[in-house]
């Protein structure tokens, strides 16, 4: 149980079968708070409602109530979060839902008490409902085909906002990974939407990204500060920098880095060992307070809980940072989350998504594999180690992929709606992605045919898709046209180090392939070789 649970006076139980049992033999819904450990909002629920007197007591007498940790438990957060956090959700003894919402004061949760009581006692089992997401075996299927990255574009041009930067004019996300797609196919809207990023959304005193703007201008920043999220933007104005040669760029992604290294970093056994922390909580007050202010303030609680997909990540947006700019610092804070992920939570090619001395979390879920898989892939590309990157492939590939191409987002063996399978378009992107670069640091084509199946997946839909899923277009672009750098001299020798700068950032670049050159594939054809840095200039520009 989180430690906020104590600020309440209702009688949590921990989320498992067991509440799901007690809910069966005393017929009644189940009451399930979903919060995290950054949100304000549900620290206040906990503080105004959850500790007001006569509501715990009415929960406690009519309800079976569980909380859970959604950045603990992302399996159910995916199933049962309302919207945003907290999550409020009134559930069948099955696990089915009844109803839900996110914040709710003491009006309105009495209110929701007594609706939920009374269908619960009119309809039973009868009222409960199954997401839709659930409801499907397997998403749209399709040919990867030329058209999907087009019709990307298309959407770009249609979404980005002329004005401020951006895409949509409403709430604005930083979207980095649409920046990304961006840089290569519509370089004016990534980096006027970097700017802007930079600008609204960088913690100037004490480094770090918010999370998101709630106005269009990207005013009202969300002061929350999430490891995920932060490594996702250190490693898009990496590309920026890579793109532009903008200093500012660079200089942001320096900082952000600084900050990870800092304030998000946990030491897990000695001067050598450690990883990178899951989030830092918000709070507006603090963060109105200018630098000298808050100097004698108390910080925003970090939540040191080291989650592996968060963390390779930020393995994954370390080294290419280190690989545009040879940095030493993001090397080494790479390596060293890279050998602590590796060692900690990762056995057999299944990744834990979590591990402390108190519980341990799930494993084999489908993020986890993906993210680790990509902080392993990209480091191999940087450092010249792979670590158990063919394991983690190997097991989601066996346990998680499915005869269509599709894959599942983890083992459906859980209670509730958590024995049903869900297959997330996100996550099935990031581990398509970093197939794609195994397929080729690894010289195995069955990485690619798993890339292909889960890409091909969800083709059926790429017309309905946003511009907040661009990264499914950059890799369906990569799985037609694919493009390989394999370079001869080991990683860190002139020659690999001028390739990772020179080489556009959806080209696998393969250290210590064999020989004294480097050699460009496209599409499985040799383009060009170089034995010099200035020679691959000109292969990699068309020139040679």
């Known amino acids: 149980m989180d430690q906020f649970a104590a600020e309440t006076k209702v009688e949590w139980r921990e989320w498992g079968p067991a509440a799901f049992e007690a809910a069966r033999e005393a017929g009644k819904p189940i009451l399930l708070a979903l919060t995290v450990p950054w949100s304000p909002e549900c620290r206040e629920m906990d503080r105004k409602t959850y500790a007001e007197p006569r509501i715990a007591a009415n929960v406690n007498d009519g309800f079976v109530p569980v909380r859970v940790d959604g950045d603990r438990h992302p399996e159910v957060r995916e199933r049962y979060i309302m919207g945003g956090f907290p999550s409020t959700v009134f559930l069948t003894p099955e696990g089915t839902v009844l109803t839900g919402a996110t914040y709710l004061g003491p009006d309105g949760f009495r209110g929701i008490l007594d609706s939920v009581r009374e269908t619960w006692e009119t309809e039973g089992e009868a009222a409960g409902s ?78 770090g990204f918010y999370r998101y703007a709630n106005g269009r201008t990207w005013s009202d920043a969300r002061t929350e500060r999430l490891l995920d999220e932060n490594a996702a933007l250190v490693r898009a104005f ?229 511009v907040e899923v661009a990264h499914y277009a950059a890799t369906a672009a990569r799985l037609r046209s694919p493009a390989v750098l394999r370079v001869g001299p080991r990683a860190g020798s002139d020659l690999h180090r001028a390739a990772l700068r020179l080489a556009d950032h959806e080209t696998v670049v393969v250290p210590d392939a064999g020989g004294d050159e480097a050699v460009l594939f496209e599409d499985g054809e040799r383009v060009g070789t170089a034995e010099e840095p200035a020679g691959l200039e000109a292969v990699l520009t068309g020139d040679a």
């Not at 951006?166 to 961006?182: I, M, N, Q, S, Y």
Request: glycine residues 8%; charged residues 30%.
């Open 238 to 466: 990496a590309h920026g920098y890579r793109y532009t040669g903008e200093e500012a760029y660079r200089e942001t992604a320096e900082r952000a880095i600084e900050y990870l290294t800092t304030k998000l970093w946990v030491d897990t056994s000695g001067d050598t060992s450690g990883a990178f922390a899951g989030s830092q909580a918000g709070d507006d007050t603090y963060h109105r307070l200018d630098a000298s202010d808050r100097a004698s303030a108390d910080p925003p609680r970090v939540d040191e809980t080291v989650f592996a997909d968060r963390n390779g990540m930020a393995i994954d947006a370390l080294a290419t940072y280190a690989a545009y700019t040879d940095d030493e610092r993001a090397r080494r804070y790479a390596e060293r989350a890279r050998e602590t992920i590796a060692e900690t939570l990762v056995e057999n090619g299944a990744a834990t998504h979590y591990r402390t001395d108190e519980a341990v979390g799930p494993t084999g879920l489908l993020l986890d594999q993906a993210r680790v898989l990509q902080g392993l892939t990209t480091s191999w590309q940087v450092l010249g180690e792979g670590g158990p990157a063919r394991a983690i492939a190997d097991w989601a590939i066996e346990h998680l992929q499915t005869e269509s191409g599709a894959f599942r987002d983890g083992p459906a063996d859980g209670p509730g709606l958590c024995s049903r399978s869900q297959y997330p378009l996100d996550a099935t992107v990031e581990l398509a992605d970093a197939l794609l670069d195994l397929a080729a640091l690894a010289d195995d084509e069955r990485y690619r045919e798993a890339a292909h199946g889960a890409i091909a997946a969800f083709a059926g839909a790429s017309d309905r898709m946003g």
């Open 130 to 207: 199954v997401p839709r997401s659930l409801q499907t075996d397997a998403p749209p299927a399709g040919e990867v085909t030329a058209r999907i990255e087009e019709a990307m574009v298309e959407q770009l041009l249609a979404a980005y906002d002329e004005e401020y930067g951006g895409w949509g004019t409403d709430v604005k996300f930083p979207l980095p990974r649409t920046v990304e797609f961006a840089l290569v196919r519509a370089r004016d809207q990534a980096t006027r939407t970097l700017e802007a990023i930079q600008t609204h959304l960088r913690d100037t005193d004490d480094g």
